[in-house]
T-cell receptor
């Protein structure tokens, strides 16, 4: 069963528009961790944020913000005032504590294209 | 270096040949992971190391794939008798091994089997 679902395959916006990426996860664990990674055209996976299951506080980092809602099992990511450099594939991932290895289960990714 | 280092960056090999991909994790990181990303596909888990042990090899796609880690540091992923479907980016990642700690990725090794 898919643990992480990113329903949006591709999103295209014009510069300065806001864009929200959806992420829905599935787990039976009470302790788990959620991540977002960015993969620019160069290919490297760049860590953006980690959130544990006990911390539902939303977070803002510059133009990036994250909304974690346990009630809906969602961990959505918003880029405010998008820029061309934000063009990349964005992955949401889940790590479950009971596994012991904390390996990441990734969603399929959302390709974001920001046009000038 | 400060990050996860992988080599080679790019490898083109003929079908049937063996290849070795190397990963040098962040210093002090006890957990090491290999993932594979095929063209147009998602990120597929291959194997996990804690120290030199591999408690989870569940993602290795066939017995042509193997990996080892020595000295709790460098890891080598070996693909024997490569097939065209092995063409992918092989990503290595490491973490401190503590629950929920960030997993950092290398830039990947792009493998093309012709």
């Amino acid at each position: 069963a898919q643990k992480v679902t990113q329903a949006q395959t591709e999103i295209s916006v014009v510069e300065k528009e806001d864009v929200t990426l959806d992420c829905v996860y599935e787990t039976r664990d009470t302790t788990y961790y959620l991540f977002w990674y960015k993969q620019p055209p160069s290919g490297e996976l760049v860590f953006l944020i980690r959130r544990n299951s006990f911390d539902e506080q939303n977070e803002i980092s510059g133009r990036y913000s994250w909304n974690f809602q346990k009630s809906t099992s969602s961990f959505n990511f918003t880029i405010t005032a998008s820029q061309v450099v934000d063009s990349a594939v964005y992955f949401c991932a889940l790590s479950e504590a009971r596994r012991g290895d904390y390996k990441l289960s990734f969603g399929a990714g959302t390709t974001v294209t920001v046009r000038a | 270096g400060a990050g996860v280092s992988q080599s080679p960056s790019n490898k083109v090999t003929e079908k049937g040949k063996d290849v070795e991909l190397r990963c040098d994790p962040i210093s002090g990181h006890t957990a090491l992971y290999w993932y594979r990303q095929s063209l147009g596909q998602g990120l597929e888990f291959l194997i996990y190391f804690q120290g030199n042990s591999a408690p989870d090899k569940s993602g290795l796609p066939s017995d042509r794939f193997s990996a080892e880690r020595t000295g709790g540091s460098v890891s080598t992923l070996t693909i024997q008798r490569t097939q065209q479907e092995d063409s992918a980016v092989y990503l290595c990642a490491s973490s401190s091994g503590q629950g929920g700690n960030t997993i950092y990725f290398g830039e990947g090794s792009w493998l093309t089997v012709v």
